[in-house]
């Protein structure tokens, strides 16, 4: 059972209609552009359920539901069959990136250690005619680093600012489309400019890494493995396109979930494949053993931040961050107290019950936090939809209990002692504080056409 989530200009979770979907579905499939049988054709077409929309607010165009159903199995497919053909020019570069949110699932599923399960997913995906296979986190790196600074500045600015503060953390794209279609201008200038490590990942692989190879950022095809849908969306992002090469920074995005059932088309189980080193960015090095950030079910920029702000703010070391949870397990908060003040509050809110709580608390002019890490997932990012869910679409609670405790027990390594990074800053993107940074690692999210009240809609 294919599922994945709608694609239609009137989305509402309050209806469903078989009959629409069906034609629009069909209507889609006829424009893909892959009509060739080859040795992957039997791959079914995805079956669109509305319940697993995240970004169900009505928003979702035509245009942009025709370009998100390109993003499947088959758009990899056609490019591994042009580069089995004679015609070289039409050869591309197939490089795949993989979320870290998405080795655990692998982990737990085929009950691996997840050093092993990343070199035999970048094995299998190898065998089918990927040609790199690189590691996200060197791009979370970098978004936690961008959202540290701005935070400070950020906080240095509040009153003088209206708008400083709070900041809302900006890596999950469910969120975004959230904010931006329907929150409008109550949130969006509240909202880090960091790309997201996904984003961040397609500037490094069409920028940095097409540079060091000497080619043109249009002759790589870039995919990234997630756990959920609506990394699908933020990849069609318009400020993610450069006009010069016609390229997107990332040309497909495929869940985890797509993956395994690639596997199991192919009748290939991940313990039956060669362990192959995942790719490194620089040269000829490969990557060593999976490191992660600190957070329990994310890219941990709450922890991150929260960190930083405490020593370059108020002079403290702050060695374990204490969450205190609040209405739900999706809402804690963090707080820190200097001279029997409270002089940073932070929380973070994971599912759109918890953002519709803290948007009516900002609208009411009742919030009291200077930074949130928002999350569409109730539970956070190993919660993916594109991962972990059972046949009737729920989520393996059994999975997902193992996926945490994989991702717990991965070595946490701080971005700023990443010397690659550290390194790029200078050689690639000329220092911390260049217009080049900008360009690169940051965005502007804002207000587009409002098609829906943020608060009649029910989650």
């Not at 969450?323 to 973070?348: I, M, P, S």
């Not at 679409?393 to 945490?404: H, R, S, V």
């Not at 056409?449 to 608060?455: H, I, P, Y």
């Amino acid at each position: 059972k294919h599922v994945f989530y709608v694609l239609f200009q009137e989305c509402s979770k309050k209806q469903k209609n078989d009959d629409t979907q069906s034609t629009s579905v069909d209507a889609l499939s006829s424009n893909d552009g892959f009509e060739e049988k080859n040795e992957f054709h039997t791959l079914a077409n995805a079956k669109i359920l509305l319940s697993d929309c995240l970004a169900c607010d009505n928003c979702m165009t035509s245009e942009e539901g025709a370009r998100v159903f390109q993003q499947n199995q088959k758009e990899l497919f056609r490019i591994l069959n042009l580069n089995k053909k004679c015609d070289t020019s039409k050869h591309k570069v197939l490089a795949v990136s993989i979320c870290p949110q998405s080795l655990p699932y692998f982990a737990a599923k085929f009950n691996l250690s997840v050093n092993d399960a990343a070199k035999r997913l970048c094995g299998f995906l190898k065998s089918l005619g990927v040609h790199y296979v690189f590691d996200t986190t060197i791009a979370a790196d970098f978004s936690i680093l961008e959202s540290q600074r701005e935070f400070v500045q950020r906080y240095q600015r509040r009153n003088q600012e209206e708008h400083a503060l709070p900041m809302f953390a900006s890596a999950c794209p469910g969120w975004i489309r959230y904010a931006e279609r329907v929150l409008t201008n109550l949130v969006t200038s509240h909202i880090c400019t960091a790309k997201s490590p996904q984003q961040i990942m397609g500037s490094l692989v069409k920028g940095y890494f097409a540079r060091q190879q000497n080619l043109s950022p249009d002759k790589i095809f870039h995919v990234i493995v997630a756990p959920c849908y609506d990394k699908k969306l933020e990849a069609l992002r318009e400020d993610f396109y450069t006009a010069l090469y016609n390229s997107q920074e990332v040309d497909c995005v495929l869940t985890s979930g797509e993956i395994v059932q690639i596997m199991e088309q192919k009748n290939v189980s991940m313990k039956d494949v060669t362990e192959v080193a995942v790719d490194s960015l620089f040269d000829e090095i490969k990557e060593g053993d999976v490191v992660r950030h600190d957070g329990k079910r994310s890219d941990g920029y709450l922890e991150h931040i929260f960190k930083h702000a405490a020593k370059e703010l108020f002079g403290m070391d702050v060695k374990e961050i204490t969450y205190k949870a609040l209405k739900n397990k999706d809402f804690q908060e963090v707080t820190l107290e200097k001279d029997g003040e409270t002089v940073l509050r932070f929380a973070a809110a994971y599912g759109f019950r918890n953002i519709q709580n803290m948007v009516l608390k900002l609208k009411k002019g009742k919030f009291l936090y200077h930074f949130v890490e928002v999350l569409a997932c109730p539970g956070g990012c190993l919660n993916g939809k594109g991962q972990a869910q059972t046949e009737d679409g729920k989520p393996d609670k059994t999975l997902l209990n193992q996926m945490e405790e994989v991702y717990a027990a991965i070595p946490v390594r701080l971005p700023e002692t990443n010397m690659h990074v550290q390194k790029m800053y200078q050689d690639w993107l000329e220092g911390m504080d260049s217009k080049k940074v900008q360009e690169t690692l940051h965005t502007k999210y804002s207000a587009v056409n409002q098609t829906a009240s943020s608060l009649d809609i029910k989650w």
